[in-house]
């Protein structure tokens, strides 16, 4: 078994921030040039905003940080396979890589559901990579909804 790449790493620790304050442990990490501009995970209700999913906090604070909204030379890492939301703003920012952990097969839409890059509709497609670190992120969701059941 090899290690798994820092930025995932990253990514699960910002997971488990979110579990520890009641939000569904999904983590996200946004790299330009090998650093990491932004790490966040899901707070929806700490913040009372429902589009504040883990992905969608480090595409705006790298967007905010780089000064631009385009983040072609940006690589997005995330614990669970982004929902049609985060997909669609994947997409706008023009995010170069997307390397995820989970697959979610009722609220994904990368490889399930709607599927939005493989919608002829979508004028960009990132490079996909997906099942880096899934065991461990799955486990952090099982868990967290095992302790809520």
Known sequence: ???????MRLALDAAREAAAAGEVPVGAVLMHG??????????PR?????TAHAEMRVIREAARLLGR??????????TLEP????????????IARLYYGAADPKGGA??????????????????????IGEGEAAGLLREFFRARR
Not at 46 to 50: E, I, K, N, S
């Open 1 to 7: 078994m090899f290690p798994l790449p820092d930025p």
């Open 34 to 43: 090998g650093e990491v501009i932004a790490a966040a995970g899901n707070a």
């Open 46 to 50: 700490g913040l009372a905003d429902p």
């Open 69 to 78: 909204e385009r983040l072609e030379d940006c690589d997005l890492w995330v």
């Open 83 to 94: 929902c049609a939301m985060c997909a669609g703003a994947i997409a706008h920012a023009r």
């Open 110 to 131: 990368v490889e399930h559901g709607p599927r939005v890059f493989a919608q002829p509709t979508c004028h960009h497609r990132p490079e996909v990579y997906s099942g």
